[in-house]
């Protein structure tokens, strides 16, 4: 199988996954996020795209390419504008830590980068096993994180996964939803982790001010806190430093950030 040496990359965690298989020359173009998570030098000199959200054939039809590779959440019409132009697309949706870990084996076998996937793979469960092994002995605060503000709203799957291996509980039950003010106050979070997406430094003090949060622990105790959003919000290699970044939040003597 030839792999595709063309690839346009819509989403930092496909960007960082290529990257990270040693497979940088098959980029033509990255996403206009991209630097926030991979670093501008990563992919200096590479054409920016509109994410899969935004994307339209005509950003991309100009770059000639073999294979675009995108992700959730995606629009219905993007999607049909790119497949009625002819290009070949990839979207992957992921959910949990097992659905990455498949996306990332799959990247590497389109790219023949197997062994290096695999690598990759096994870099992060041995981050995963040490951060478990070094929170084990903690105490499990009730952790609610919220990925935005107006409608509120909690992660995927993954982020309950990095909560409980951090050593938290996740808190409200059921990822990927929309909530309402009354049962994030019933859930009691010890911890809030603001993690809005896009948003490099939020607000905390908003957190605070939020009319009926005063009773609820985290804000009680002054433990509402940040971490870099996108390295537990993108679904890539990533999560294992956004899981490092997570456990050190949850720590007791983390102040707020």
Same mark, same amino acid.
């Given at each position: ?140 605060? =009730? $952790? ?10 909690? !992660? @995927? ?5 990095? /909560?409980? %291996? ?56 002054? =433990? $509402? ?10 679904? !890539? @290699? ?5 899981? /490092?970044? %997570? ?11």
């Amino acid at each position: 199988m030839r792999c595709p040496q063309r690839i346009v990359s819509l989403e930092p965690s496909i960007t960082a996954t290529l990257l990270a298989l040693g497979r940088r020359e098959c980029l033509i173009a990255v996403s206009e996020h991209d630097a926030r998570l991979v670093g501008e030098e990563a992919i200096a000199g590479l054409p920016r795209v509109p994410c899969t959200w935004a994307i339209r054939a005509a950003d991309i039809l100009s770059l000639a390419p073999e294979l675009v590779i995108g992700s959730i959440p995606m629009r219905s019409q993007s999607v049909k504008e790119l497949l009625q132009a002819g290009i070949d697309l990839l979207l992957l949706t992921p959910t949990d830590l097992r659905s990455i870990y498949r996306h990332i084996r799959l990247l590497a076998t389109l790219t023949d980068a197997v062994e290096a996937g695999e690598r990759v793979i096994q870099e992060m469960e041995a981050t995963f096993e040490e951060i478990r092994r070094t929170t084990t002995q903690r105490s499990r605060p =009730r $952790v609610y994180v919220e990925i935005w503000p107006r409608p509120r709203m909690n !992660g @995927p799957a993954w982020h309950a996964e990095l /909560v409980t %291996l951090a050593g938290g509980e996740y808190v409200p039950p059921g990822p990927n939803r929309q909530l309402t003010d009354e049962e994030i106050i019933a859930a009691d979070p010890e911890v809030i982790v603001v993690a809005w997406a896009g948003v490099d430094h939020p607000p905390l003090a908003q957190v605070y001010q939020r009319p009926g949060w005063e009773q609820v622990t985290a804000v009680r105790t002054g =433990r $509402v806190v940040t971490v870099p959003e996108i390295w537990i919000n993108a679904p !890539g @290699p990533n999560l294992a430093q956004g899981a /490092v970044y %997570l456990a050190q939040a949850l720590r007791e003597d983390h102040p707020p950030a």
